[in-house]
Nanobody
Framework: QVRLVESGGGLVQPGGSLRLSCAAS????????MGWHRQAPGKQRELVAA???????NYADSVKGRFLIFRDNAKNMVYLQMSRLKPDDTAVYYC??????????WGQGTQVTVSS
């Protein structure tokens, strides 16, 4: 069964931190690319961070230096550590697993709200 399940979203004050977790089924955890995307109200879904199976990473310019993507291979988990959060980071965050031109899977999303 193919599953991606996100958790860890919530309400946080500006400047605060959150860690998002993504539990992936074993069949897709080894996908060439695992990543996090987000979609804010009225905006298109955008890439936040991605990690290849070799460990290389890619970040959106808006989150560089503040967010960190990492994985625990023993647990089939992918994480997004978010620090120095801003109101503009408010969005639904989605975990993604992809093999370019072959398949792409999405989780159900987790809401992150940054507000005082």
């Amino acid at each position: 069964q193919v599953r991606l399940v996100e958790s860890g979203g919530g309400l946080v004050q500006p400047g605060g931190s959150l860690r998002l977790s993504c539990a992936a089924s074993r069949s897709i955890f080894s996908s060439p690319v695992m990543g996090w995307h987000r979609q804010a109200p009225g905006k298109q879904r955008e890439l936040v961070a991605a990690m290849s199976s070799e460990g290389s990473t890619n970040y959106a310019d808006s989150v560089k230096g503040r967010f960190l993507i990492f994985r625990d291979n023993a647990k089939n988990m992918v994480y997004l550590q978010m620090s120095r959060l801003k109101p503009d980071d408010t969005a639904v965050y989605y975990c993604n697993a992809a093999s370019p031109k072959l398949y792409e899977y999405w989780g159900q999303g987790t809401q992150v709200t940054v507000s005082s």
